[in-house]
């Protein structure tokens, strides 16, 4: 079992178990923190190690919400941030290098590319690692936080106080648009410092790519894309075909999509394939209700009436009040999705909130919108969206009334008209035409890039293929023998001759009907 799934399992027994603990633990219980100490000493650095001509150091992998750490080799490099100005403000970009387990690297390294956009490369792998075990038998992975991520020049926005604030979520749209442009003018104003907020898109970063490959030696490179990152990994195969060996496409956005048209409609659609679990699990529905219906009393109620809540915090144990909102639920049921494992949790909270029980409801919201919040640069989401996507956001009328409605599509473009503006290609949103090989990967209840968008992709791929993981959700490499599959593909450099068959053993995850978990 790899890490990530121990990761889904922990999460989905952490919301189950916070159901119950809020459910029924009386409120003056104290909560307990557990303290963890540590020594240090003064040593002397070792020599560089060298992987073409980068010198690296040791290091651990560990980002705050990570199963687990990571050792690593990590360094720096340093890049014009305009290419077409090399003389120009120059940008670290932080490299992380996990050597093959052989120690040797003559096989041609992989390149991980993390999603978002606004996700750290170093922070997110990780929570995947265990998908790359039987690829780095042979091969080494490496790892480059995007320009305006993780550690290299991040543009983070902050409040007054310093902490990370998303700026383009479910929450920040049920805010004024006076809220939302003054918050967007201020972390504009604040990132223009230290950056140029037009030179932090999908193409710079590509040029960031091959400048890393060409320093660490490497003349071809594999890519193994999750999410956005299946958009980095597209452009760089049609820009350096010739230095791109076999490319991985996990959640695949398709080159024409316009990021956020097809947001409501997807979720929608992953939703409804989700609920009709309850409708074929006995007693769930005698038990719960209908999810759907649920939802979507939820969703107008508390539109028409947002509702204070006192509840415990699932993190501190401190006693918090809030106002539970529409957008809360919205936001809740968007994330969850995500994870089919913890997205079975939701016809019982929503059962438990058509009872007057919010609180389980308001502390998990908080839980997962924080964490969310933590994981994306929103200040380089905006540069990327705003470049590539902005003038073809269209709101559909036909999902005014959908879970995310059309107020994610006018957030982003509000925003839009505040954030500088960068270049994209003539090109940019056309297909990937190509004979590269290349493993095309969605998960059948995928609330992002569903099926259809693989469909898509592969059939302008002359030695693509498409496998589709049943039951599963968004990024699927770490799934049942789907990291066997993806090292053996990197292997063969053939995806058409892959036998699959071992993804036939996959299921669909039942709904919790209590406390303790899905019917037996």
């Known amino acids: 079992m790899t890490k990530r799934n121990l990761f889904r399992i922990a999460l989905a027994v952490g919301v189950i178990g916070y159901l119950a603990w809020a459910r029924f633990m009386p409120s003056d ?21 060298k992987l073409g001509t980068l010198g690296f150091q040791p290091c651990t992998l560990a980002p705050k919400h990570a199963v687990g750490a990571i050792e690593a080799q990590c360094t720096r ?40 956009p606004g996700q750290s490369a170093l922070d997110s792998y990780p929570g995947i690692a265990g998908a790359f075990e039987e690829t780095l ?33 479910q929450q920040a749209a049920e805010n004024d648009p006076a809220t939302v442009r003054r918050l967007t003018e201020r972390c504009r104003d604040a990132l223009s410092k230290k950056a140029d907020l037009r030179l932090y898109t999908t193409s710079d970063a590509i040029h960031d790519l091959d400048a890393v490959r060409t320093a ?86 508390l539109k028409a009436h947002p509702v204070s ?76 969206i705003c470049a590539e996507d902005a003038d073809g956001m269209k709101a559909d009328p036909a999902y005014g009334d ?15 008209s505040i954030w500088p503006h960068g270049q994209r290609p003539s090109d940019f949103h056309q297909p990937l035409v190509s004979d590269l ?24 791929l002359s030695h693509g293929r498409l496998l589709i993981l049943r039951g599963q959700g968004h990024n699927v490499i770490p799934i049942g023998c789907m990291p066997k599959l993806m090292a053996r593909f990197l292997d063969t450099a053939d995806a058409k001759s892959l036998d699959a068959s071992c993804l036939d053993k996959l299921s669909d995850t039942p709904p919790f009907t209590s406390y303790t978990g899905w019917e037996p």
């Open 137 to 169: 038998k042979k091969r080494s992975v490496i790892l480059v936080d995007q320009r305006g991520t993780g550690q290299s020049n991040p543009l983070a926005c902050e409040n007054k106080q310093g902490d990370k604030t998303s700026i383009d979520d």
């Open 216 to 301: 660490i030696g490497a003349e071809k490179i594999d890519l193994v894309g999750i999410s956005y990152g299946t958009r980095v990994a597209q452009h760089y195969a049609r820009r350096y075909p010739t230095h791109t060996r076999a490319v991985v496409l996990d959640s695949v956005a398709p080159n024409e999509l316009i990021f956020g048209n097809d947001f409501a409609r997807n979720l929608d659609d992953a939703l409804a394939l989700n609920f009709r679990q309850c409708a074929r699990t006995p007693q769930c529905e005698q038990k719960l209700g209908d999810p759907r219906a649920n939802l979507s009393s939820l969703l107008a109620q």
């Open 402 to 416: 959908s879970v995310l409605s059309n107020e994610m599509i006018s957030l982003l473009q509000l925003q839009c």
């Open 29 to 49: 219980r104290a909560p307990q923190a557990a303290a963890t100490a540590a020594s240090t000493h003064d040593v002397a650095p070792l020599p560089p190690r």
């Open 437 to 460: 090989p290349v493993l095309v990967l969605e998960g059948e209840f995928d609330p992002v890039t569903p099926p259809r968008y693989g469909e898509q992709v592969v059939k302008n």
């Open 309 to 384: 809540v006192s509840y415990r915090d699932p993190l501190t144990g401190e006693d918090k009040q809030e106002t539970l909102t529409r957008g809360h639920v919205a936001l809740l049921a968007h994330l969850y999705a995500y994870e089919p494992i913890v997205l079975a949790t939701l016809p019982l909270t929503l059962a438990e909130a058509m009872k007057g029980h919010y609180e389980p409801l308001m502390a998990q919201a908080n839980l997962i919108s924080d964490d969310a919040a933590d994981s994306m640069t929103a200040g380089m989401q905006l540069s990327v």
């Open 77 to 116: 490099m340093s890049v014009p941030e305009d290419w077409g100005h090399p003389d120009g403000r120059k940008i670290q970009l932080a490299i992380a290098w996990v050597p093959a387990h052989n120690d040797g690297d003559s096989q041609d390294p992989v390149f991980m590319l993390a999603g978002g």
